[in-house]
Structure formats: structure tokens, C-alpha cells
């Protein structure tokens, strides 16, 4: 047994003067580790802080790195495929940190660093600030981690020292998702009208694509309460989504024509959950006073404009559609009447914008 040297064109053996003995990683490591102490340069230091490296346990070993720095993460959000959503804020008054990656499992994470949006974080600095000797409050990120699954055991944050030792960081389980993921990864971010495009392209776009695309594929539980008896076979359906302003119901309704409205379909769309009673108890009223049959569709979570048109496109049965506002009151009777014959009178045109459409969609 012994060393042998290898070169291009050459081949040194160096044979052992003594019996080897085969040395246990850990015996091997504390006399590596007194080597390295001794010895001068910047890479005996690197590997020291290699060597210094501990796997993660389940704990936080921040507090034991050997530079002052502080991290915390507020929340974690999954985005999908496109990856994952980390915010949370970082003081490094040395600035000590070579980079900071997300860990699950055997996954890891691209740099923090390499698409995120620095924020600032009074609270922070007056909590650490006058300790840690720091004064500029944006410290807090929020990250975006293109292609990291946040699932499975043991996720953390590996944070990595110029000096070679790592410290590690547990991370929240992920839990937001829709409308609330959404603006939580909106919140707090402040740009400057230069900043917008790449901040969204970079960190902000990708995540927030992918969250909303996963909350408009989710089934939209909802239930429909009739008031009087709709026509079964209306000419046209109006769609009208109902958030905040409940009493626009009555408003509106005093300015609808019943002989009119009997020929078409009205549908409510309340996409304000926590006020279900009081419209419920509201429409009863408004039927009672008014007596044109209209439909509520009541949704288990708010959607959003858009989204809660299509719940209530989903269940109209007329020839025609009009999308309504809440606040929007008619001036005269027959303007519903009006605007179906405009199209009845029309059908070409209105055909050769459909296919305008179709074409422009496919392209």
C-alpha cells in the first residue's frame, strides 16, 4: 500500500514507511480539522468551513453560524409547476451570507437571490436594528424558487456562509392558496414604474400565473335559490354578481319593468359569502315588494368579477346573455327588449364578429 502520484507524462509511487490504518469519518475529521487550523490561505479556510458542515437535523442552527446574522421566513406559498414563493426578511450587517436555497428533501432550491424583491421592513429594524448596528429597512424578500416542489418532509433553508459552514432554517408548511396566496405575495411590494416589468417577468408573473390557473380549475361549489318562478325559456339571462353593496338588489329591481323582465331571466350572483343571510333575507323582501321572479346563485368563496360571471353563465338557460352591474339602473322600460332586437336585427354582423373572434382566438 502506498501513494501514488500521477502527472501527463509521468507516474510517482510512494510506498508506506508504516502499517496504514483505516481511519472512521468521525476520527478522520478532527485531525483534518487541526491540519487546516494550522495551515495559512483562504482555501484552508474554505475547507475548514466545508468540513464544518452539519446535515439537517430538524432544528435551527442559525444562532450557531460565526457572523451576526438574522432571518426569518413569514410564509411559504406553492405555486404548482412553476415552483414555490418564499417571504421573509434577512439582516446580514457583515454581509457574511454567500447565498440562501430551499431544501426538501433531496430537492434544492436555485439562489433566493436569483429572483427576488427586496422590501422594506420598518418592523424588522426596530426590532434587531440598534442591536445588529443596521438602519435600512429593506431587508424583508419576497422570493420566487422557478421549479421547487415546497412538499414533502423537511423543508428548510440552507443558508451558506463565504467562509464554507451553513446554517439551516425550518421552514412554515405552505397553506395559503387562491385569491388569499394571491394577494399575499402582492402585498408590500412598492415599484417604481422602471422596476415593474422585470419584477413581474422575474419574480412576481410566474408564481402568480400559476396560482390563479390552479384556483379557476378548482370546482365552484354553489347553490341557486329561486324567488317567484322564473320564466323556464327566457329570451335573454342577465347576469348580475352581487359584492359588498347587498342593497342594490332593491335598488335595481325598483327600476326593472316586470311585464319586461317576464320575458327574460335575472341571476343574482352573491360572491361575498359572509353576507349570504343578509341577501337571502334582503331578496324575500324585494320579491314580496316587487314581485318579478329572479334567481340568486350563492358561491362558497368570493371568486372575483370574472370568474363569478362564469359561475352564473353556467347556469342560464336564455338565448341571450347580458352581463350587468350592480350599480348600473335603467332610465326607461324596454331597454333590455331594445338591446336583444339590436342583435336579432343584426345576426350577420354579429356572426362575422363571432367568427372575427374565433379566428383571432385560434391564431
Known amino acids: 500500500m502506498g501513494l501514488e502520484v500521477r502527472a501527463p507524462s509521468q507516474r510517482l509511487r510512494l510506498p508506506a514507511t508504516r502499517p ?22 483562504a482555501q484552508s479556510t474554505r475547507l475548514l468551513g466545508l468540513l464544518s458542515r452539519q446535515p ?14 438574522e432571518l426569518d421566513v413569514d410564509v411559504v406559498i406553492r405555486a404548482g409547476e412553476a415552483g414555490a414563493v418564499v417571504i421573509g426578511w434577512m439582516v446580514d450587517p457583515t454581509d457574511a451570507v454567500a447565498a440562501i436555497r430551499a431544501r426538501a428533501g433531496g430537492a434544492r432550491s436555485t439562489p433566493l437571490a436569483a429572483s427576488w424583491l427586496r422590501r422594506d421592513r420598518a418592523d424588522v429594524i426596530e426590532a434587531v436594528g440598534e442591536r445588529l448596528g443596521v438602519s435600512n429597512p429593506r431587508c424583508g424578500f419576497t422570493a420566487f424558487l422557478p421549479g421547487f416542489k415546497a412538499d414533502g418532509g423537511r423543508l428548510h433553508l440552507e443558508i451558506e456562509l463565504k467562509t464554507g459552514e451553513i446554517g439551516h432554517k425550518r421552514l412554515p408548511t405552505p397553506v395559503l392558496t387562491g385569491h388569499a396566496a394571491i394577494k399575499r405575495v402582492l402585498e408590500g411590494i412598492v415599484l417604481a414604474p422602471d422596476e415593474i416589468e422585470a419584477a413581474f417577468d422575474q419574480v412576481l408573473g410566474p408564481p402568480l400565473i400559476a396560482i390563479n390557473r390552479a384556483r379557476l380549475a378548482r370546482p365552484r361549489p354553489h347553490a341557486m335559490i329561486d324567488f317567484g318562478t322564473p320564466n323556464p325559456a327566457p329570451v335573454c339571462s342577465v347576469i348580475i354578481p352581487l359584492y359588498g353593496r347587498m342593497n342594490f338588489l332593491h335598488y335595481q329591481m325598483a327600476f326593472f319593468d316586470p311585464a319586461e323582465m317576464a320575458k327574460h331571466e335575472l341571476v343574482y350572483v352573491l360572491d361575498d359569502p359572509p353576507r349570504k343571510r343578509e341577501l337571502l333575507d334582503l331578496a324575500h323582501s324585494v320579491y314580496r315588494i316587487f314581485g318579478i321572479p329572479f334567481r340568486v346563485l350563492t358561491l362558497e368563496e ?6 363569478a360571471n362564469n359561475v352564473g353563465l353556467s347556469e342560464t338557460r336564455g338565448e341571450y346573455i347580458c352581463f350587468l352591474n350592480s350599480d348600473v339602473m335603467p332610465e326607461r322600460a324596454g331597454w333590455l327588449d331594445a338591446m336583444v332586437q339590436a342583435l336579432r336585427d343584426d345576426r350577420r354582423c354579429c356572426r362575422n364578429q363571432c367568427e372575427d373572434l374565433v379566428r383571432s382566438l385560434m391564431s
Do not use: I, K, W
Open 56 to 69: 439537517y437535523t430538524g432544528h435551527d442552527t442559525l444562532s450557531a453560524l460565526p457572523a451576526p446574522v
Open 20 to 41: 496504514l490504518a483505516h481511519l472512521r469519518e468521525t476520527d478522520l475529521l478532527p485531525r483534518v480539522r487541526e491540519l487546516l487550523h494550522v495551515a495559512d490561505g
Open 302 to 307: 368570493n371568486l372575483g368579477f370574472a370568474p
